[in-house]
């Protein structure tokens, strides 16, 4: 029985699963089976505790048979990150004492493991059945390996699987101890609800910086002003070790003859891709990225495939393949059926002890049994469900004020009410059904359904056109010719030499030491480069060659050590803009003492030889203006009295000058709050985990031994 591929088919879900992560390295195979010959196997330390290379080879290859359209470098980072949380989450909870329990790994065998989304180990009910996953096991060990080539990777992902729960276990439980009423308030939803929904009508008129320091000769800052600033504000100056790097980037592109070659590749392909009846197994072999079973409505696919379903709604139709940078895309449509894009249902939630955010006491036996008898009771009388969503729900917030309302969700942002499928066209308005999620047992109610429209399902097949051997060497052999060549001139000419023979370049970064990541090149080896730069024998005019996974070729010059502080030029870069907007404030101020115009946006318009722009809508909650995000201005033009003109208020970009005409305020009795305190709730434990997360891992001695295997 092997269920490799539809566990593949469910790849989401290792996201669920896995969790937070954070820094990164290369490890190459070979090196992986050279370091097992070897009698050391610690890869890292958490806090005295040893990481083991097995276990980190275990998790990576988990990772790997289950996202392989991502590159070795993100999951490796990844795997890193995952083992660094769950020995940080794992202490603290061992501090406190808690514990796992025989019945906790089998709960959590039943609902967070891989096995759990597989149909053929699922009951009537849709939840993981026990005795057919112990089945399967025991099948398992009795078969050989040698027999199957699937078997091996199967019994990996099950030794992986019951060897790393017990620790999610403990992380689990140790997190939701942590958030236990961790809750958003019915005031702090109504606050952001009303926020989202607050808007203002203004006129303004927007003059750019630039136009005042023409219009006015502002462009010069003395020297000595930006001198008096600094002593003012010696706080903000203090010196850091640095280092100053350029680089030229040599990028490894396929030739035209890898590109021809790759063209006859993918018209063979398609022939093959639209004979196939079994395309989801063809995508799963051929493509690049997994296959992807859900159906989407025309407005939702990509617009390219939604000029396709307009002349090509058959099953098999055929599309592609097409070529955008060196992505190859075909497609063929395998499946149709009609849903509908917005429902609006109610709902009678039963919750237990073990649901998520619930404080009731009852088992979720208990919870099971009072969900079907309520299911029952609304079978032979649907009337009875309003009188019984007051009297029985537990979601007792949305039950008085909303009736059980859920308002009306949207099929695109996929809001499942577990196994219960209220967009079907077959689940009609007015249906009620049963059903299971993490927050309990929900009697649902379809209240009211939008037209049902066409839903289409593609097989997808991606592939990505890489250089070929002959291309690599062919580059590798350019770089080390352009490295000898100008390894010893100064840094004008090594960058001007690397763009007249058409190479990226990026000029003067500059890095500390505690850095992992370089702006504007954000590599794998960007660690490296800035170990590399801060070498004890490094000195300035020093070049190296760097290569990343993809065959790039990276080579960097070292132009300035900084051994304290910022440079003077990096000051001034970062005052010489907050200066001028000090004295743009200045001149604007004296202007309007002096009574060279009034508060009258039409005047202010004249004198600035400015255009009015008219009843603009603004929103506090997104801030934005003159497409740019400008807080201040938008906090300004919603606290001002209607038809009053503001004075100038510095913006991002410039100086705004506004009129209110009208303030829409958002119902004063909205309907319905739940989805919101749902999505702040999200939002805080979300935030809340990563700085528990960034708090442990500073408080914490982390060693990583991971260089020394490279």
Known sequence: MSFLEKIRKNTWVLFFIIGIAMVAFILDPNVLLKFFTEKSSIIGKVNGENIFMKEYVDCFQFLKQFRQGESDFHLKKETWNLLIHERLLNQQAIKLGIQNT????????????????????????????LNKLQLYLKNLEKTSTVSHSQIEIEKNIWSYEKNSIPKRILAKKYVEMLMYGLNTSLIEGELNYKEKNFFSIIDYIFIPYSEIEHKYNMFLIEKNEIQNFIKKHKFLYKRENLRSLSFAIFRSRPSLEDEKNMKNKMEKLFHKFKSTN????????QSEKPFDSNFYLKNHLPPILQNFVVNNNKIGSMFGPIKEDNIYVMAKMIGKKMISDSVLSSHILISHKDAMRSSNKRTKKEAENIAHQIYKTIQKNPFKFDELVIKKSDDLINAKKNQGSLGWLKYHEQNYIGKYNIFDSENKKGMIGLTETKFGYHIIRIDNKSVPQPAYQFAVIVKTLIPSKKTEDILYSRVRKFFVKNKNYKLNAFINNARKEGNETIFLKNVRSTQWEIDDLKTEVDKEIIDWSFDKNRKEGDCHIFSTSNKDYIIVYLSNIQKEGFSMEEIKNNLIPFLKKEKINKLLSNMEKRKFFTRNLE????????????????????????????????GFASSLRLYETSKPILGEKGVFFVRPLRHIYPSKKPSYFSHEIEMLNVSLRKKMLENIGNVLVKKSIIKNYRKHFQ
Request: overall charge positive; hydrophobic content about 35%.
């Open 102 to 129: 025989k019945k906790d790994f089998w709960d959590a065998i039943s609902k967070q493991s891989i096995y759990s989304y597989i149909p053929e180990l699922q009951d009537n009910f849709g939840k993981l059945d």
């Open 278 to 285: 079994k395309s989801s197994i063809f995508v799963s072999t």
């Open 603 to 634: 005047e202010i318009a004249s004198y600035f030889s400015k255009k009015i722009i008219k009843n603009c809508k603004i929103n506090f909650y997104e801030s934005m203006i003159n497409d740019h995000k400008e807080p201040k201005v938008v």
